[in-house]
């Protein structure tokens, strides 16, 4: 399984970006998809998840900043952040997770870097 993030980059604080992750339309359409990051020194942490019905959870920090948003027919989900500080550099990681019944395994994409300058 892959899943290919991009989107990452270098910006101002303030500023947005918007990450993209794509995969195979058989995963995609049976998965709910998340967005991880990990800062340096950090461990990796949930940003936001969204269900196969387009329901979204976010953790506190990003509410309100951060929009989740999936594409069925693209096989893509997206993050848009927004209003971004520095506290959210990291590498940046989309995350399929199908149902159990489904027999097939979480996968992750390759990470794409997120710098937010101060």
């Known amino acids: 399984v892959q899943l290919q993030a991009s989107g990452g980059g270098l910006v101002q604080a303030g500023g947005s970006l918007r990450l993209s992750c794509t995969t195979s339309?058989?995963?995609?359409?049976?998965?709910?998809m998340g967005w991880y990051r990990q800062a340096p020194g950090k461990q990796r942490e949930l940003v936001a998840a969204?269900?196969?019905?387009?329901?979204?959870n976010y953790t506190e920090s990003v509410k309100g900043r951060f929009t989740a948003s999936r594409d069925n027919a693209k096989n893509t989900v997206y993050l848009q952040m927004n209003s971004l500080k520095p506290e959210d550099t990291g590498v940046y990681y989309c995350?399929?997770?199908?149902?159990?019944?489904?027999?097939?395994?979480?996968?992750w994409g390759q990470g794409t870097l997120v710098t937010v300058s101060s």
């Open positions: 995350n399929s997770e199908p149902p159990a019944w489904s027999g097939l395994v979480p996968a």
């Open positions: 339309g058989y995963i995609f359409s049976l998965s709910a």
């Open positions: 969204i269900s196969r019905g387009g329901r979204s």
